[in-house]
Nanobody, 124 residues
Framework: QVQLVESGGGLVQAGGSLRLSCATS????????MGWFRQAPGQEREFVAA????????SYADSVKGRFTIARDNAKNTVYLQMNSLKPEDTAVYYC?????????????????WGQGTQVTVSS
């Protein structure tokens, strides 16, 4: 059974940083694409960042480009999202996801497994 568990969320002031972790079990992430999404209250889940199985391809939403970095540690079976220069509009529940098959990294439909989410709150 595949499980993804996010951690590292919390309350931070604007301009601060957080690093989210997504620990995965039941699959070796080294051969799968991984993504981060977020969902604010009353809004749809939106794409934040993704990287392919090799780690060479990365993609970011325009709203986080230059501030967020996605990375993976295959030995630890963990994906990270480093978030710097946080803004109040980054406040949301952040989810990591694993993609087994082909498709667009930007679409939630691409992903087969999801974590339970971790809350990130940025105060102004």
């Amino acid at each position: 059974q595949v499980q993804l568990v996010e951690s590292g969320g919390g309350l931070v002031q604007a301009g601060g940083s957080l690093r989210l972790s997504c620990a995965t079990s039941g699959r070796a992430i080294s051969t799968y694409g991984m993504g981060w999404f977020r969902q604010a209250p009353g809004q749809e889940r939106e794409f934040v960042a993704a990287l392919d199985w090799s780690g060479h391809f990365t993609s970011y939403a325009d709203s986080v480009k230059g501030r967020f970095t996605i990375a993976r540690d295959n030995a630890k079976n963990t994906v990270y999202l480093q978030m710097n220069s946080l803004k109040p509009e980054d406040t949301a529940v952040y989810y990591c996801a694993l993609a087994q098959g082909p498709g667009s990294y930007f679409s939630t439909n691409r992903y087969d497994y999801w974590g339970q989410g971790t809350q990130v709150t940025v105060s102004s």
